[in-house]
């Protein structure tokens, strides 16, 4: 148990929707990471918040967005879905530069 | 940009025999290295980490790993398996120094454990 819950656990949307998923970071963790696993694939970083600032981003369009609140938790907005947007979307908190601590994550299947 | 290679998709053993998952790299400048295990419907679980100083690295659940740099490899090791260390595992990297801390991950190794 990791201290980092997401929710929800399983959502089914159609293509061109927008979704919203969220995630509590484990008590006292300043720095939110999301990740993307698409099914037989390695997760792949979506981008990190910092202190509700966005530190760092990967190979993600701009309809990927997050935020990160004032208490830390987090989330992450995907705008106009496509069906390759199907995956496992991971969340994984920590002290910034610390080890991340992943939530079980939320499945997206867009239909 | 760095990359990671696991160089066998799937690694059927039988318990209490020993086991190698193979883990290549690729960068330009020095990284930090990782393994994660992800048990079904579970997110991902941090087994051992190289930052620095000794190649050979202690993780949980008896499992270790090697550093070598110049054949860019950081191959995971266990001396006994268990049914329970079936699972999917992870070989990931991320540069070393700053604060971010975005990891690179290869596409994984599922290791299966059979009695």
Redesign the interface.
Known sequence: E?G?TQSPTHLIKTRGQQVTLRCSSQSGHN?V?W?QQAL??????IF?Y?REEE??R?NFPPRFSGLQFPNYSSELNVNALELDDSALY?C?S?L?????F????TQLSVL | AQSVTQLDSQVPVFEEAPVELRCNYSSSVSVYLFWYVQYPNQGLQLLLKYLSGSTLVKGINGFEAEFNKSQTSFHLRKPSVHISDTAEYFCAVSLSGGSNYKLTFGKGTLLTVNP
């Open positions: 990791t980092v720095t990471s990740y037989g694939q390695g997760p792949q970083f990190q910092y530190n760092g990967g991971l994984a920590s910034i530069g610390e080890k991340l992943f939530g079980s994550g």
